[in-house]
């Protein structure tokens, strides 16, 4: 599986709490598309989230996000790390 890394815009003042939540609101969900969300961060200040995942494809990524309610803006392939 490969790596994705996506970002969503415009959740200015996210809260600790709504963050797990909605990582959580994907986690409930996210064997229907074969994806493994693994981490999420925040910037209250500008209303970016990050999330990275393991899955089959961006497709599959973005289908879960909306599926939870919160559609990502952008999904990006990590082709390498370090």
């Keep these: 599986m490969s790596q994705y890394m996506d970002v969503h815009h415009g959740m200015n003042g996210i809260t600790g ?8 609101a994907d ?3 996210e064997k229907e598309e ?8 925040a910037d209250p200040e500008s209303g970016t989230v990050y999330c990275l995942s393991e899955a089959p494809s961006a497709e599959a990524v973005q289908r879960i996000h909306e599926r939870a309610g919160h559609p990502a803006d952008e999904v990006h392939p990590v082709p390498l790390t370090a």
Excluded: P, R, S, T
Excluded at 17 to 24: I, R, T
Excluded at 34 to 41: D, I, N, S, T, Y
């Design 34 to 41: 074969g994806v493994h969300f693994e981490k999420a961060w």
């Design 27 to 29: 986690l409930a969900i």
């Design 17 to 24: 709490d709504q963050l797990k939540q909605a990582h959580q």
